[in-house]
Nanobody, 127 residues
Framework: EVQLVESGGGLVQAGESLRLSCTTS????????VAWFRQAPGKDREGVSC????????YYADSVKGRFAISTDEPRNTVYLQMDSLKPEDTAVYYC????????????????????YGKGTLVTVSS
């Protein structure tokens, strides 16, 4: 059974950093892509970042390029999202996600979504 549990959200001021963690189980990064999505109040879900299987191609939304970084720690079964230079518009519930796919499947996943999601962690950025 695929399980995803996010942690690390909180309240920070604009310009500060935060690192989200996602503990995963039930799959390996050799065959599954992993990603972060977010949903702000009153807005649609947005794909933030994705890493293809086998540490494949990495994608970022234009809104976070140069500020966010996705990484994995395979021995710890953990996916990270390092978020720097945070802005008030980054305020959202952030969800870890996973789906079986190729090293270059992230473009499709970020647009259409993935099969498995965690329950989310809230990030609030004050101005």
């Amino acid at each position: 059974e695929v399980q995803l549990v996010e942690s690390g959200g909180g309240l920070v001021q604009a310009g500060e950093s935060l690192r989200l963690s996602c503990t995963t189980s039930g799959f390996t990064y050799d065959t599954y892509a992993v990603a972060w999505f977010r949903q702000a109040p009153g807005k649609d879900r947005e794909g933030v970042s994705c890493m293809g299987s086998k540490n494949g191609t990495i994608y970022y939304a234009d809104s976070v390029k140069g500020r966010f970084a996705i990484s994995t720690d395979e021995p710890r079964n953990t996916v990270y999202l390092q978020m720097d230079s945070l802005k008030p518009e980054d305020t959202a519930v952030y969800y870890c996600a996973a789906d079986r796919g190729s090293p270059w499947s992230c473009g499709t996943f970020l647009y259409y979504g993935m099969d498995y999601y965690g329950k989310g962690t809230l990030v609030t950025v004050s101005s």
